[in-house]
C-alpha cells in the first residue's frame, strides 16, 4: 500500500508560481515512477508530468507545461514536487499525485492506466 498526500495548492495570478508537494508513504520503495495530473471542470483527467522513482531520473512533461514546470524527487523524503511557473489561467485545476508500483512497462507513463496508487487531490486557481 502507498498513500499519497498532496499540499500547496491554492490561488495566484497568472504570471505566478506554485510549487505543490506529494508526500509518500508505505510501500513507495516499490514505485517505478511518479506522476503529477490534473482535471479541470468538466474535462478527463489529464498528464501533467512524471519522473522514475530510482536510479536516474528521467522525466516526462505534457506539451502544454513543458518549460514551465518542474517535476522532481527527494527519495530520503518520499516526497514528489512539482514547481509550476509562469502559470496561466488554464492551468486552473485540481492537481493530483499518482504512484505506479506495478511497472506495467506496456502502458504508457502518460496513461492515468499506468498509476494504481492516487491522492486526494489539490486545487490550483489562476486568476487573470
Known amino acids: 500500500q502507498v498513500q499519497l498526500v498532496e499540499s500547496g495548492g491554492g490561488l495566484v495570478q497568472a504570471g505566478g508560481s506554485l510549487r505543490l508537494s506529494c508526500a509518500a508513504s508505505?510501500?513507495?520503495?516499490?514505485?517505478?515512477?511518479m506522476g503529477w495530473f490534473r482535471q479541470a471542470p468538466g474535462k478527463e483527467r489529464e498528464f501533467v508530468a512524471a519522473?522514475?522513482?530510482?536510479?536516474?531520473?528521467?522525466?516526462y512533461y505534457a506539451d502544454t507545461v513543458k518549460g514551465r514546470f518542474t517535476i522532481s524527487r527527494d527519495n530520503a523524503k518520499n516526497a514528489v514536487y512539482l514547481q509550476m511557473n509562469s502559470l496561466k489561467p488554464e492551468d486552473t485545476a485540481v492537481y493530483y499525485c499518482?504512484?505506479?508500483?506495478?511497472?506495467?512497462?506496456?502502458?504508457?507513463?502518460?496513461?492515468?492506466?499506468?498509476?494504481?496508487?492516487w491522492g486526494q487531490g489539490t486545487q490550483v486557481t489562476v486568476s487573470s
Open positions: 508505505g510501500r513507495t520503495g516499490s514505485s517505478y515512477y
Open positions: 499518482a504512484a505506479d508500483t506495478l511497472g506495467r512497462g506496456t502502458i504508457a507513463t502518460r496513461s492515468t492506466a499506468r498509476y494504481n496508487y
Open positions: 519522473i522514475s522513482w530510482s536510479g536516474r531520473s528521467i522525466t
